[in-house]
């Protein structure tokens, strides 16, 4: 069975410094990664994956997010936040040697940025 | 641009009603999935089709139906709404073999009372 958890509800950062926010996965195969960002009273929207080759994947709105196989995690970072990244954020895997699974998707973190 | 539409945002139903949330996409995906989103718990998958006429079940099918009669319509189905399905309803779809991710349509908050 593949699982993902989120170990954080919610993650608090001041407008420009740093944002982490934790994934860590489990399948059987080989893992497809990837995060989704959710506005208020909004559908998810694709931000990055990771299916293969450069472990540190760019995606949008400046996010990045590095897959560390060793410690099955795929946390997502960003430089310097911004008030408008303030937003819910999901981690999904889908274990890539299995045809028939699907996608699994983690709790979700609620990500504030202050001013 | 995907675009993946749904038929209602906000729907306010009876208990015992059946209820039809509609989901049409305009890419020609294959794959279509409906989830249902509860905080702290992410998103469950309920059902999903991948050709027209298909359908699977996923995590929590349990009160609900599909219908994929045409390959841009997957339509969810709830025979006789119940209160413990009041929830934030997502529509999905995505290519064959999906390594693109999924793409999302806005959901609708389905409250039954």
């Known amino acids: 069975a593949q699982s993902v958890a989120q170990p954080e509800d919610q993650v608090n950062v001041a407008e420009g410094n740093p944002l982490t926010v934790k994934c860590t996965y489990s399948?059987?195969?080989?893992?497809?990664l990837f995060w989704y960002v959710q506005y208020p009273n909004r559908g998810l929207q694709f931000l990055l994956k990771?299916?293969?080759?450069?472990?540190l994947v760019k995606g949008s709105y400046g996010f990045e997010a590095e897959f560390n196989k060793s410690q099955t995690s795929f946390h997502l970072k960003k430089p310097s936040a911004l008030v408008s990244d303030s937003a819910l954020y999901f981690c999904a895997v889908r274990d890539g040697g299995n045809a028939g699974n699907m996608l699994t998707f983690g709790g979700g973190t609620r990500l504030m940025v202050k001013p | 641009d995907v675009k993946v539409t749904q038929s209602s945002r906000y729907l306010v139903k009876r208990t015992g009603e059946k209820v039809f949330l509609e989901c049409v996409q305009d890419?020609?995906?294959?794959?279509m999935f409906w989830y249902r989103q509860d905080p702290g718990l992410g998103l469950r998958l309920i059902y999903f089709s991948y050709d027209v006429k298909m359908k699977e079940k996923g995590d929590i099918p349990e009160g609900y139906s599909v219908s994929r009669e045409k390959k841009e319509r997957f339509s969810l189905i709830l025979e006789s709404a119940s209160t413990n399905q009041t929830s934030m309803y997502l529509c999905?779809?995505?290519?064959?073999?999906?390594?693109?991710?999924?793409?999302f349509g806005p959901g609708t908050r389905l409250t039954v009372l």
């Open positions: 399948v059987s195969g080989n893992p497809y």
């Open positions: 999905a779809s995505s290519l064959s073999p999906w390594r693109e991710g999924q793409f």
């Open positions: 890419m020609d995906h294959e794959n």
């Open positions: 990771y299916i293969t080759g450069d472990n």
